[in-house]
Structure formats: structure tokens, C-alpha cells
């Protein structure tokens, strides 16, 4: 006992008395010496923000609505000290804006079951690699936006079953609270407001009574606001789009994504929007639309850093074939990395990669104009 508490007390310093003369509550004192053990908040951080040569996405001059401010070359992402090897190589973005409690539960319902293992209603497994993670709550978002009014933001949240946030509005004239798709630029006060169920009197009568797109951009327009194609103007970049007239959104609602309004055809009744990937299409022009980009446009230059974190996300790992043996996979068996010169196939022989077709011949889709580029159209295109 006298050699530990000597040991205390050579870790403590000679200013907290002999050995001798030292009880066991003295050394607990001694322990909560702020002199010893306390050590300014600023030595104890580890993360600094770092910077990408990588330049982010083209910003658009739109006369409807500007995605925010990217002028910078650089893509700001949050780096760690190699304190362990899982922090090494952690990169992750820079969101100090999000909310850091917990969801509005009423707007939430828990993820469980054994559905999360990728099974389906019988119990076997339609996608592998697939099981685990962390206990999750599922977020109710209002992908309509039938609510009219103004809504103020309350927070930007982060959202586990998605890559983009999610906003937490409330509705002026109600009361209401509802989650969105957040814009990129959107922060905490910020009115947003829907006019798919149409524009108020007052701004009609401001506007002569007859509906003029850029007017309306110039009086109301913001990232956020929701309302039908027929009264974006061209050139706009927006996100969320409904295919129909009375539907959810359903194009453009990942982290970053965005379309811009190509033409407009009232006569005929359909807007021609062109995506990211490169696709033109057809939709029908009184279908909704949200403004602007969607949030988190940095989440693609994440790194998880390591295994661990994979497993988090509910991701099992994922085995090659050549690595198994030969009555598992159509690449395993033999000796080395050999495939025995078979082209790439799925464990159940269905050919992948190299340009492998599975659409049917003859059955377009009718709201296609330009499809996406493919092959070696794509890389040309990059």
C-alpha cells in the first residue's frame, strides 16, 4: 500500500506534501488539483478543417433563386490528429449549423424488425450486405407541401435515413410542424412558404392579377419556397420534383443534387427539365418543384475512416468471388486471384459490367427527350 501511495504522490509532484504525512483523502484532493490535471480546452482539440484541391459544383445565375455562395476553390472538410488509426483517415463535413438534440418525436417512428437485414415479408435475404447498425427513429418528411402560408425554419437537422437534412418547420398561420427536404443555404428563421395550392389574394393583386413568374421571383422567391413548374422561370435550378400533378416528390432529393428548367410548353402542358446525370425530360408543368439545391453538397467527398464506421450505417462487408470456393461463386475455386478467364458475373451467373442491357426493347419511357449519356458518350461528356 505505501509503495502505490508513493507512486500517487510522484505522479501528483512534490508540492502535495511527503509521503509520510499524506492520507488517502488528501491524495483524492490532491487528484482534483486543478494545477495538475486540468488542461486548457483549446490543447484538447484535435479536428481541424481542411481543404480540397477539388473544386466544387458550378454555381448558376439564375434569375429565380442562387444556390449559396461557393466562390472558394477549395471544399472545406473536417480532418482529425491520427490520435488511432480509425481517425486517420476520417474526413467528414463541415455542418456546425445542425441541430445537436434529439428529432421531434411526434414527426418520427422507430426502425424496427427484421426488415432491417434487407429481408423481405417470407424472411429471406433479397439484398445482402445489408444488417446491423445503430438503433434509428425514421423521419416523417412532407414531401407534398400542400400547407399554404409561411413557415419558419425552426432548426436543419441531420437525418440517418438519408444523405441530404431535413428542415423543421412550422406553419404561421396554424401552428403546424412538418420536416422538408433542406435547402443548401437554409438556417434556422428562415421563412419558406408553398404556393401549390396556390397564390395568396394579396400577392395576385400586387402582381395586376395575372400571374407573372419573374415578378413573383422578385417579390417572394427564395431556396425553399415550393410551387408548380408553371411558375418557375427558365434557367431556374430546383430539387424535389413531383412527376405528377397531385404526387410527392420524387426526382432530385439526394445530398447536392439539383435540375435546372430547360423550355415550357403550356400549350401542350408539360415543362422540360434537364437533370444532373444529363437526362432531359418531360414533366407535367403544374407538377411542384422546391428552389434551389439540395443541402449537404459536401457529402460525397466524405471518408468514413474506417470498418467500424460502416457498420454503424447498417453495411455488412462484402466478400469478392474469387476470394470463395467454387461451389459459392461462379469466380471462386483455383489457385490465386484466377477467375478462370470468365467475364464478370453475379453469384447466381447474370452477366455485370460491360454494358450488360436489361431494359426492354421497344418499351421508351414517353417522358424521355435526350437520355443520359452512357459509355463511351460519358466519358467523352467528362
Known sequence: MLAGTASIARLLGRSCGSVSSISRPRIIAAAKCPTVYQRPVACCSYATIAKSEEPLPITFESPFAKPPDRSEEMVRMRTYKPRTPGVRHLRRPVNDHLWKGRP????????????????????????????????????TVDFSRWDPGQHIVDRVEYDPGRSAHIALITSQ????????????????????????????????????????????????????????????????VIHALGTIVNGPAKFCRA?????TVVAKDEIRGFAVVRLQSGEVRRFMIDAHATVGVVSNPTWRHRQLGKAGRSRWLGIRPTVRGVAMNACDHPHGGGRGKSKGNRHPVSPWGIPTKSGYKTRRVGKKNPWVVTERPRGKEKKDRL
Open 255 to 259: 445530398a447536392g443534387t439539383y435540375a
Open 173 to 236: 398561420q396554424t401552428g403546424k410542424k412538418s420536416y422538408i427536404l433542406a435547402a443548401d443555404g437554409l438556417r434556422e428563421g428562415d421563412k419558406v412558404q408553398s404556393y401549390r395550392s396556390g397564390v395568396p389574394e394579396d400577392l395576385l393583386a400586387s402582381m395586376g392579377g395575372v400571374i407573372d413568374p419573374g415578378m413573383l421571383a422578385a417579390k417572394t422567391a427564395w431556396r425553399g419556397n415550393c410551387l408548380p413548374l408553371r411558375y418557375i422561370p427558365i434557367g431556374a
Open 104 to 139: 421531434y418525436l411526434p414527426l418520427t417512428i422507430p426502425r424496427k424488425g427484421h426488415g432491417l437485414g434487407g429481408r423481405n415479408n417470407s424472411g429471406r435475404i433479397t439484398v445482402r450486405h445489408r444488417g446491423g447498425g445503430h438503433k434509428r427513429r425514421i423521419r
